[in-house]
């Protein structure tokens, strides 16, 4: 078991620039999430598929970010007009189900630099 | 809306020290707790968790029990080890999403 995948592992873009984050999730998973690090901010919820449908999208800033998950195997996190406040530790987590309980297991993230 | 608070921003101890990390949290109905732990370059992974009132999780030595009435989920650990030293983060979940609080750093020294 490979874990949950995520490329790249660091992405430096320009002020202005889009930037397509992927995420792979463990085989057999059937909720995604995506959260944002930060030092400032800390570790904030972003949105949430299960079975491939957008669940939970209420930590999403409501312009320039977007995500998606065209198939069971990999989910994308866009962000058109990167802007410096945007840099940040992307992570990416699934579970085997969405239920309270369930273990969200983490990739090791996307980290971001904008310039 | 749900949240978690961690007392402690940074923890320094020596080896063989005892751990404690305080932990509260404030949400509707009934959530389940967790504590995660971050090493560098990683994602948080999956320490222990709970789910009803008094339920002790545990994992390596590490424990925690769920207190409802004082909301509470305290880390504790009778001796610390220097591999222990990472990025602690205690959770809470109602429905889909996870809450985190601020995380602690734990620095263990030889």
């Known amino acids: 078991n490979a874990g949950v995948i995520q490329t790249p592992r660091h992405k430096v873009t320009g002020k202005g620039q889009e930037a397509t984050l992927w995420c792979e999730p463990i085989?057999?998973?059937?909720?995604v999430f995506w959260y944002r690090q930060t030092i400032v901010q800390g570790l904030e919820f972003l949105t949430y598929f299960r079975n491939q449908a957008p669940i939970d999208d209420s930590g999403m800033p409501k312009e320039r970010f977007s995500a998606q998950m065209p198939n069971q195997s990999h989910s994308t996190l866009k962000i058109q007009s990167t802007q410096p406040q945007d840099s940040a530790v992307y992570l990416c987590?699934?579970?085997?189900?969405?239920?309270?309980?369930?273990?969200?297991?983490f990739g090791p993230g996307t980290r971001l630099t904008v310039l | 809306g749900d949240s978690v608070t961690q007392t402690e921003g940074q923890v320094a101890l020596s080896e063989e020290d005892f751990l404690t990390i305080h932990c509260n949290y404030s949400?509707?109905?009934?959530?389940?707790l967790f504590w995660y732990v971050q090493y560098p370059g990683e994602g948080p992974q999956l320490l222990f968790r709970a789910s009803r009132d008094k339920e002790k999780g545990s994992s390596r030595g590490f424990e925690a029990t769920y207190d409802k009435g004082t909301t509470s989920f305290h880390l504790r650990k009778a001796s610390v080890q220097e591999s222990d030293s990472a990025v602690y983060y205690c959770a809470l979940r109602n429905t889909g999403k996870l809450t985190f609080g601020d995380g602690t750093v734990l620095t263990v020294k030889p």
């Open positions: 085989s057999g998973h059937s909720a």
């Open positions: 987590a699934s579970s085997l189900v969405g239920g309270a309980y369930a273990e969200q297991f």
């Open positions: 949400a509707s109905g009934y959530p389940t």
